[in-house]
């Protein structure tokens, strides 16, 4: 991504007197017109960039401009780094890879002892238990395609289990409820609208650009995002005690009393077949008690459960 690239660069030209632009665009995997663009950006932010003509020449930093490399705290490392680890182990990039070595190499051998006694402390790891190489691959595929702004092509199955070929152009990856979702521009929807990674099939880059549009920072209001996978609902469940911790972990803040021995939630959840699934997985420790509907939609499963097994 160019930020983590723009860090990078700036701490090779920290720690060389100079370096020539087609070397980094080796190292970055990109053109060297891209690179005198990021030198530009990086001399536009205050830092003095000049370039040195001749057999020896190169990029490198103004002579007599000092930046402080430890102008982070120690913490602060820790926290940078802790995220990119996290991020790494799930979306497996090699730029967060290269850029938490340069900013290990910015430091000397007391700070990397204090950095990795500090990153210790908070692990952020955001990869699933079992190995899941294709969701992987579908990420690095549309980090790519985000990146070059070049369009998505591929077969999406939809929460009412429609499918559909949809051309799409890639604006962000978005990690929510332990789940990855693109945000695009939809050709056949002419809107913005979030697709779940887990849906994506036939995943395919075209390679004419686009025109990136305007996209806010924050695309969507979550409330959307639900409406798009499901109109949401509003629940009021009961479980029994023996399911408290569970409760706890899938609930948290959505616990509202308790009632004659029962566990109590209310909560909003989009009213699809993954909801039906996971009030299924209770089993007999759960009870809908609104709305009607839901509460009649998981009886008529249960009996079909029942004359499965009869």
């Known amino acids: 991504m160019k930020i983590d690239r723009l860090v990078a660069i700036l701490v090779i030209l920290l720690g060389k007197e100079r370096v020539q632009a087609k070397d980094l665009a080796e190292k970055f995997e990109v053109s060297v017109r891209t690179i005198l663009r990021?030198?530009?950006?990086?001399?536009?932010?205050?830092?003095?960039?000049?370039?040195?003509?001749?057999?020896?020449?190169g990029i490198g930093i103004a002579e007599g401009y000092r930046l402080?490399?430890?102008v982070l705290t120690a913490d602060e490392m820790a926290a940078i780094i802790s995220t990119l680890q996290g991020i790494d182990g799930a979306v497996n990039t090699r730029t967060h890879a290269v850029l938490?070595?340069?900013l290990k190499n910015s430091l000397t051998m007391p700070q990397l002892e204090t950095l990795d006694n500090k990153l210790n402390r908070i692990v952020i790891d955001l990869s699933p238990w079992q190995d899941d190489a294709a969701t992987r691959e579908k990420l690095a595929v549309i980090l790519s395609a985000i990146e070059t702004c070049k369009p998505l092509e591929f077969s999406y199955n939809d929460s009412g289990g429609v499918?559909?070929?949809?051309?799409?152009?890639?604006?962000?990856?978005?990690?929510k409820a332990q789940n990855w979702y693109v945000y695009a521009w939809c050709t056949l929807r002419n809107n913005f609208r979030y697709f779940r990674v887990s849906r994506l099939a036939e995943l395919v880059t075209l390679e004419a650009p686009f025109i990136p549009r305007q996209v806010s920072p924050q695309p969507l209001p979550e409330r959307q995002l639900l409406n798009q996978i499901g109109t949401p609902v509003e629940l009021e469940l009961a479980f029994i005690e023996e399911l408290e911790s569970i409760v706890e972990e899938f609930f948290r803040e959505g616990i509202h009393s308790r009632r004659g021995g029962r566990i109590i939630v209310k909560t909003t959840m989009p009213e699809n077949r993954g909801v039906l699934g996971l009030l299924l997985s209770f089993g007999a420790g759960v009870e809908v008690?609104?709305?009607?509907?839901?509460?009649?939609?998981?009886?008529?499963?249960?009996t079909e459960i029942s004359q499965i097994y009869q």
Do not use: W
């Open 100 to 102: 938490m070595d340069k």
């Open 38 to 57: 990021d030198i530009e950006a990086i001399n536009q932010a205050g830092i003095p960039i000049v370039t040195f003509q001749g057999a020896n020449g």
């Open 68 to 70: 402080d490399k430890s």
């Open 163 to 175: 499918k559909t070929r949809r051309t799409v152009e890639p604006y962000s990856l978005i990690l």
């Open 289 to 302: 008690i609104n709305p009607p509907h839901i509460r009649q939609k998981m009886a008529e499963i249960a």
